[in-house]
């Protein structure tokens, strides 16, 4: 049989388990402002401009960085939305260790459109 030590202890355990839970719960359905969710519409809707891009153009480098600034704005620095935009495998040159002047191969290009999709998919679901 516990004792009445342990069971206080197992209450308090249980109740920061409950508290931080219920902080994971109210950051992720944390109300936006009307102007956070205006400018996520317009990034999605600037996402589909960017496949006329490459991704070493600096067009598509602010657009990723501002996404990623106004999720943080929105949401703060260690929020899930910023960390599910993250998990987005936006095309890397330096993953496949080719140079930038080189044109995208049509798989690379696929890639690169799939990854737009997947980053507009993920933003969708916060507006």
Do not use: C
């Amino acid at each position: 049989m516990p004792t009445e030590g342990r069971l206080r202890y197992n209450r308090f355990v249980v109740a920061m388990i409950a508290a931080e839970t219920d902080h994971l719960v109210e950051e992720l359905e944390a109300p936006m402002t009307p102007e956070d969710r205006s400018k996520l519409q317009s990034f999605i809707s600037d996402a589909d401009k960017l496949k006329s891009r490459t991704p070493d153009e600096k067009k598509f480098k602010d657009w990723k960085s501002d996404v990623e600034r106004k999720l943080e704005d929105a949401f703060g620095k260690s929020s899930e939305q910023l960390a599910r935009f993250r998990r987005v495998r936006f095309f890397d040159f330096a993953r496949g260790g080719r140079p930038t002047d080189r044109p995208l191969s049509e798989a690379e290009r696929r890639e690169f459109f799939d990854a737009i999709d997947e980053g507009k998919k993920v933003l969708r679901q916060f507006v």
